[in-house]
């Protein structure tokens, strides 16, 4: 379908006029230095939703998490890691929006691990946005509310401005740091679980496994137990929690666990 | 899909594209226009540094606006010259005939009925990357409140700028932050890796690791990814000397 010159055009007008008030919101919480927090909380002011997360994902398909704009958000980010998935896990695949207006009813058959755990988190509606420059995908933006209900035209049309504009912001703020580093405003705000990883590393000698199956070990058992990714990785940071190979058996603090 | 919500996404698409390709002058049109609607100013306008230095007209709330930019670029004096080369504000500047500071711009500006001139840098990670300048008709001061909004809608600029800039190289900037990450996770990974073959914290796993590096002249990436993939044991790495603090 093509749209007229005229309605481009009008676009294009309404396009400026959103950006700048995007703009305006991230002047007012950062200044001109780039953080990457302030990008969750923009988000979700600018759509009118009940909170924001951000998601980067890597070439080797690793997610992270870069910003979430309250603890529901967090929890929210921290269950679609250890399920893979939900509406940012979707979108970080997908060219357009993810969305489920109404979690209870819609009996999810999508998300059967996601939706029920994500509704006791307190979100009622979740929608994920692809952020992406062109063919380069980013991540996703996820958005959730505490009430049931579509987006409006006019949210769904701001929601992927903001996408856009996350995409942007990101490199920017990895623009200037040295060959395989990331860039310092990144990491300094970013809730980034490098735990995980190092929860992988250490699990994957305890059980003789490769670092990709000790990870999936990981979020069985964190999904199994109901407990955030993040924890559990915590827990085997500090020695608590351990896989034991010769029962196949989780142990915490010596003491075998049972699923 | 029905034809409403097939035009929105098509609509929204669109949209899209739009950021990707975004309309820097456009948008900073419209931030002149909002300038001067929200403080107490007649004339707005963006002046920007090209990658050589020099100083380009961008953008205007109007017309004798535009004017007087491009005649400070052409004399090479005026608010905007002297508060971009110096990176401090101008506020609340009377313009006098004759001036001695700004001989041919002040008569010009005066002419076309401005009487005060303000300039605020606009400055992104040290370096001032352009300017955002007012005008006034009348010979007052600009208030405080007034000053602090101009430089928010400086900030607002730069924001613009930067995101503009950013759109210009994504790609190459994309990799580096996919490879950042991707080096990232994997050093993590090895150091739990090394932490749990040698009992050892992450800080000292990580030490080992930097340090075997350093022995063996090779990346710290390079060997984390020997140790994921398992052709380098943790327990093989070099153990540093003694830890120096700091």
Redesign the interface.
Same mark, same amino acid.
């Given at each position: 379908?093509s749209?007229p010159l005229a $309605?481009?055009r009008r @676009?294009?007008?309404?396009?400026?006029?959103r =950006?700048?008030a995007i +703009? /305006?919101l @991230?002047?007012?919480r950062e200044?001109?230095r780039?953080r990457a927090g302030s990008l969750c909380a923009v988000a979700a002011e600018f759509t009118n939703l009940s909170g924001a997360g951000i998601a @980067?994902v890597? /070439?080797?398909r690793?997610y /992270?998490s870069l910003c979430t704009s309250n603890t529901v958000a967090r929890k929210l980010m921290d269950l679609e890691f250890t399920v893979s998935e939900g509406p940012c896990v979707d979108a970080c695949l997908s060219e +357009?929006?993810i969305d489920e207006a109404d979690l209870i009813a819609a009996n999810d058959r999508r998300w059967v691990a996601y939706a029920p755990s994500a509704t006791d988190a307190g979100a009622h509606a979740v929608f994920g946005f692809p952020v992406r420059?062109?063919a380069?995908r980013?991540g996703a933006l996820s958005l959730y509310r505490d009430r049931p209900g579509p987006l409006n !035209?006019s949210q769904?049309?701001d929601a992927? =401005?903001m #996408?856009?504009?996350i995409?942007? *912001?990101?490199?920017?703020m990895? *623009?200037? $740091?040295p !060959?395989?580093? @990331? #860039?310092i405003e990144l990491e300094r705000e970013a809730t980034?679980d +490098?735990?995980v990883?190092? $929860?992988?590393?250490?699990? $994957?000698?305890?059980g003789s496994m490769?670092?990709g199956d000790a990870l999936v070990a990981l979020r069985a058992h964190a999904f199994a137990t109901n407990t955030a990714l993040s924890e559990l990785a915590v827990r085997v940071?500090i020695r608590q929690t351990s896989f034991d190979p010769n029962f196949g058996a989780w142990r915490d603090n010596g003491v075998a666990l049972t699923e | 899909m029905a034809r409403e919500s097939l035009l929105i996404a098509t609509l929204v698409e669109l949209a899209d594209n739009l950021v990707d390709d975004f309309d820097v002058i456009d948008v900073l049109t419209l931030l002149s226009l909002r300038c001067v609607d929200a403080i107490d100013v007649d004339a707005a306008g963006v002046m920007l540094a090209s990658p050589g230095g020099e100083l380009q007209f961008i953008a205007s709330s109007s017309e004798s606006m535009r004017v007087l930019e491009l005649l400070q670029i052409q004399a090479d004096e005026g608010p905007c010259v002297d508060c971009f080369k110096s990176g401090t504000a101008i506020i609340n500047h009377e313009l006098v005939e004759p001036d001695q500071r700004w001989p041919n711009f002040a008569p010009r500006a005066i002419a076309l009925g401005f009487h005060s001139v303000h300039c605020l840098p606009m400055r992104l990670r040290g370096r001032t990357i352009g300017a955002l300048n007012f005008f006034r008709k009348e010979k007052g001061l600009l208030d405080d409140e007034d000053v602090v909004l101009a430089q928010g809608l400086a900030d607002v600029a730069t924001i613009a700028i930067l995101q503009h800039r950013t759109s210009l190289d994504a790609k190459t900037l994309n990799t580096q932050l996919s490879i950042a990450l991707d080096s990232r996770i994997i050093i993590e990974q090895a150091k739990g890796k090394v932490a749990q073959a040698t009992g050892t914290g992450m800080d000292d796993a990580f030490n080992r690791l930097r340090s075997h590096a350093r022995n063996h002249n090779m990346g710290l990436t390079s060997v984390a990814t020997m140790v994921v993939e398992g052709s380098l044991s943790g327990t093989n790495l070099d153990v540093p000397g003694p830890a120096k603090r700091h």
């Open positions: 379908m749209v $309605a481009q @676009l294009r007008i309404v396009a400026s006029d =950006l700048l +703009f /305006t @991230l002047s007012q200044g001109t780039p @980067l890597s /070439t080797g690793q /992270t +357009f929006a420059i062109g380069i980013l !035209p769904l049309s992927y =401005l #996408a856009s504009v995409g942007r *912001a990101v490199l920017a990895q *623009a200037g $740091a !060959p395989e580093m @990331l #860039a980034f +490098f735990s990883h190092q $929860a992988a590393g250490m699990v $994957a000698v305890q490769t670092v940071v | -």
